[in-house]
């Protein structure tokens, strides 16, 4: 391994040691066994088990996300199906390329946008992403009626678009479902920034003090996920 890349794993998770006040003993076996005490430290106090092959693909995709997308797209080329089409996009927006990854879900639904709910989703997702509010309300109400929709990531950019466009009641209805126990903090997070912006002072302090009490009982790689938002959640209470 790259000298570089070992001083910078070190630095990792001696930052991430210090910043959760793990034990000593953890400095000294990162600092004087820096390869095999960084992965074993990243095992035991960073991910699971299931945590371990996401975080193996997205090296990888950090590494060389170039090959990920070549592989994919020989895919397509072999055979211009509806699921390597899904595939192409997911891997576009993947290196956060929404723009061309719109365009091939696009294609893999060919104007039937009842032909499959999830890339639906995607689509919102992107056209969010890319500001184009007036289609995340069109593709949003096209599948509005699913069972699944109600307090799903798509309604709440639902509602994000709603706003956009000075809908502001609609946008309420549909932002507000997100506000689910234990789940979904950078999103109830925004919610109660929306509703301080609406003058509803108290239902802000409400959802932001249930997400502190609930970051108490996260586990380690929520609470290295969410750390930034429990902060900004944090400043926010202490500024009302």
Not at 71 to 76: C, I, L, T
Not at 164 to 175: G, V
Not at 193 to 205: H, S, W
Request: charged share 25%.
């Amino acid at each position: 391994m790259p000298y570089f890349l070992i001083i910078a794993l070190q630095g990792f998770c001696i930052y991430h040691a210090i910043k959760n006040r793990n034990d000593y003993y953890w400095y000294f076996l990162i600092l004087f066994l820096p390869i095999i005490g960084s992965i074993i430290y990243i095992i035991t106090q960073i991910f699971n088990k299931k945590d371990l092959d996401v975080v193996q693909k997205e090296i990888v995709n950090v590494v060389n996300p170039a090959k990920k997308i070549k592989d994919v797209r020989k895919q397509v080329e072999f055979a211009d199906t509806f699921q390597n089409r899904v595939n192409m996009g997911d891997v576009l927006y993947e290196t956060g390329d929404y723009n061309s990854g719109i365009e091939e879900y696009i294609i893999a639904l060919n104007g039937n946008y009842n032909q499959d709910a999830g890339v639906v989703k995607k689509l919102i997702e992107g056209y969010y992403r890319t500001d184009q509010f007036e289609k995340v309300i069109f593709c949003a109400e096209k599948i509005r009626d699913k069972s699944d929709f109600v307090g799903s990531r798509s309604q709440f950019l639902y509602g994000l678009a709603l706003e956009e466009q000075k809908r502001s009641e609609e946008a309420e209805q549909n932002l507000r479902p997100i506000d689910q126990r234990y789940s979904n903090y950078p999103e109830r997070y925004t919610l109660a920034q929306f509703l301080m912006t609406k003058g509803k002072i108290e239902d802000a302090k409400e959802i932001l003090s249930e997400i502190l009490i609930e970051s108490k009982h996260m586990s380690k790689p929520n609470q290295y996920k969410y750390n930034g938002v429990v902060n900004d959640v944090k400043r926010l209470l202490e500024s009302l």
